[in-house]
């Protein structure tokens, strides 16, 4: 891969126009809640939750999705897409079921987290960025977290797996084959689960 | 100290509001709300409390900078949470909503502002629904929205939530997120105080600077003043990770030295290693040795050691922990997140990432040694914000001490230290999106 790092925001460019696409009622419904939370004139700020809804409805976000995110926050498509192209939490092709993102950053990466990472991409048999053959995972490196007294920690599409153990990965991907999400530690604070 | 900001964050539904109203919960409103709003400002000034993001800046002169004259004005408290290291303002996000909730309210009724904005990390999607349910108790109870508690004052609470970039966490990038643009930074002054959200006076501040507001005004600025040494009161989170036996936020009052923290909490380093050097306050702040141990782990006292206590984000390095190696882990993270707004950064964290990479990996020359300190040189302080003296701290700070790591390295051409627990294929993290 070239590894350049000029303009590094623009290299993720959408790839393709995706199917037509409108938000669903309830979505709507959602995005009309959402949107009188900020002044009336500046409904732009609703864009980063108008394109989480996007990317829950379709999986990710196509030319289509900010062309409706566009129309229906008043502004206009290059405004939205300037602003995809800038968050890293926004996918603009399809991603596996589940999203295995390692932390890389300090204090992950000092308990271990380069090798959780070794130890996926050899059980997937896919480099970091790629998606599996059958669509169901895809692993991305991802920097700090936040969780770093749970170190080594992977986010698995929005919910946490703390103390990951390299030698476990294979473990890890055989629970979530077999049970999801609901396999994940979770977040420790969550006392209530325990 | 007792723990107070965190007494109760392990106790089953601390978050939901019968549990936060069993123990005081919501006293502290009551009590500013029969204040005129100077004096809450003033209480916080006498406090000497000083915000907990990572500059140390004292609260109570923001509030006072807050342009009154203007309408409206805005809260937008700072929870993008996202210096390496750091994880205090989640647990209290997450176990204590209500306390931040309430240290909004009494933040805009001190400023005038009638609407305060938690803006959120895109990864913490949890936090999202804790914070988003505490809130709509407090409004359902009257401790938001219209008529506070019969007070008159009328003031909204929301939940903004970012989608994944460091800078977000800048003040004047994060009121652009808000805005709904990129997390770029804005040139200063004007400060966010006179021009901020939407043009509009706006206080930024941290979580844990407006959670601790209801406890000086229900317990009073000189109770907050006594709980530290001077100008630095009050509770105070710490972040411990690392290669320590029990990573973990500890709250202590700032009269703790690091040695109590990272040995006494935080149990010291794992068996058979030794103590090899110090990150202090988050990934942004110069190291500290292992003869400074007995510094105090206080903004004031941190600074003459020669570091920063930023976020509080206590990074701890065992002898197995290669400089170099970390030096470019952290680049890699800075090279990553510029925002690529100004030039020097956007340009020269890709620079010296990549020189630092090749000698990891043995392919250095003496001469770059000396580039990365001039492309240090020519970053820090040509920025329009802090990124760019933080991304270069790395560098500067692991060539001052370990600059003999450095130098071993293109001797020998080849990793010096190569730990168990890092990759063995050295080219893994080349594919990082």
């Known amino acids: 891969m070239a590894y350049d790092a000029t303009f590094h925001k623009s290299k993720r460019k959408l790839e393709d126009e995706g199917p037509p696409f409108e938000y669903t009622a309830e979505n709507r419904a959602r995005f009309d809640e959402i949107v009188k939370r900020y002044p009336p004139d500046r409904r732009r700020s609703a864009v980063l939750p108008a394109l989480y809804l996007a990317q829950h409805q379709q999986g990710y976000i196509t030319a289509n999705a900010i062309r409706h995110v566009a129309q229906c926050l008043g502004i206009t498509r290059a405004d939205v897409e300037d602003v995809v192209s800038f968050y890293t939490m926004f996918y603009t092709k399809p991603v596996g079921k589940f999203v295995l993102q390692v932390c890389r ?3 992950c990466a000092l308990n271990g987290a380069e090798r959780v990472t070794e130890e996926l991409q050899e059980k997937l048999g896919i480099k970091p960025g790629e998606t599996d053959a059958t669509g169901t995972f895809t692993l991305i490196e991802v920097e700090c977290l936040g969780a770093c007294d749970r170190a080594p920690v992977v986010m698995v599409n929005d919910a946490w797996q703390e103390c990951q153990a390299p030698e476990d990965a294979g473990k890890l991907i055989e629970q979530l084959r077999s049970r999801g999400e609901a396999a994940l530690t979770g977040c420790h604070h969550i006392v209530e689960h325990k | 100290m007792d723990p107070i900001l965190t007494k109760y964050v392990r106790e089953p539904n601390s978050f939901t509001l019968d549990f936060y109203l069993a123990h005081e919960g919501y006293d502290a409103l009551k009590m500013a709300l029969a204040k005129k709003p100077d004096e809450i400002i003033e209480m916080v000034k006498a406090s000497g409390l000083r915000g907990r993001g990572g500059a140390g800046f004292p609260t109570g002169m923001k509030w006072q900078f ?11 408290c700072n929870a993008d949470e996202s210096e390496p290291g750091t994880f205090k303002d989640h647990l209290l996000m997450e176990r204590n909503p209500h306390l931040l909730i309430e240290g909004c ?6 400023i005038g502002a009638k609407t ?6 895109g990864e913490f999607f949890h936090v999202q629904r804790v914070l988003e349910q505490a809130i709509a108790e407090a409004y359902a109870k009257g401790f938001a929205g219209k008529n506070i508690l019969g007070s008159g ?13 460091y800078e977000a966490g800048e003040e004047t990038a994060l009121l652009e997120s808000l805005e709904g643009k990129r997390a770029q930074p804005r040139n200063k002054p004007p400060f966010p105080a006179v021009v901020g959200l939407y043009g509009k006076p706006t206080a930024v501040n941290n979580v844990e600077t407006l959670c601790n507001v209801p406890l000086v005004v229900k317990n009073g600025a000189e109770w907050f003043t006594k709980l530290g040494p001077e100008k630095n009161g009050g509770p105070k989170l710490y972040c411990v990770s690392g290669q320590v036996k029990r990573p973990g936020v500890y709250e202590a009052s700032m009269n703790i030295t690091l040695r109590e923290l990272i040995e006494g909490y935080a149990g010291g380093v794992r068996d058979g290693r030794t103590l090899k050097a110090v990150i202090p306050g988050g990934s942004s702040v110069p190291i500290l040795m292992p003869d400074q141990l007995d510094t105090q782990a206080s903004f004031d006292a941190i600074q003459k050691a020669g570091s920063l206590l930023g976020s509080a984000a206590i990074i701890v390095l065992d002898d197995t922990t290669c400089m170099v190696w970390l030096a470019e882990n952290l680049l890699h993270f800075y090279r990553h997140e510029s925002c690529g707004k100004c030039t020097p950064c956007r340009e020269g964290t890709d620079w ?13 020359q003496m001469n770059d040694l000396d580039m990365l300190s001039s492309i240090s040189a020519n970053i820090a302080g040509k920025t329009l914000c802090a990124f760019g003296d933080a991304a270069v701290t790395p560098i500067v700070t692991t060539l001052k001490h370990f ?6 390295h293109i001797r020998e051409g080849k990793c010096t230290l190569p730990a168990s627990w890092r990759a063995r ?3 893994v993290h080349a594919g990082a999106h």
Not at chain 2, 66 to 76: F, G, L, N
């Open chain 1, 105 to 107: 950053t300090l204090s």
């Open chain 2, 66 to 76: 807050v342009d009154k004259k203007i309408e409206p004005r805005y809260i937008a």
């Open chain 2, 105 to 110: 309210l009494i933040g805009c009724y001190a």
């Open chain 2, 116 to 121: 305060a904005y938690i803006y959120i990390r």
């Open chain 2, 153 to 165: 004052f009328d003031c909204d609470v929301y939940v903004h939530r970012g989608a994944g970039a």
């Open chain 2, 352 to 364: 010296l990432h990549k020189i630092v990479r090749r000698i990891e990996r043995g392919e250095g």
């Open chain 2, 403 to 408: 600059r003999h790591e450095y130098e071993a």
């Open chain 2, 425 to 427: 294929n050295t080219h």
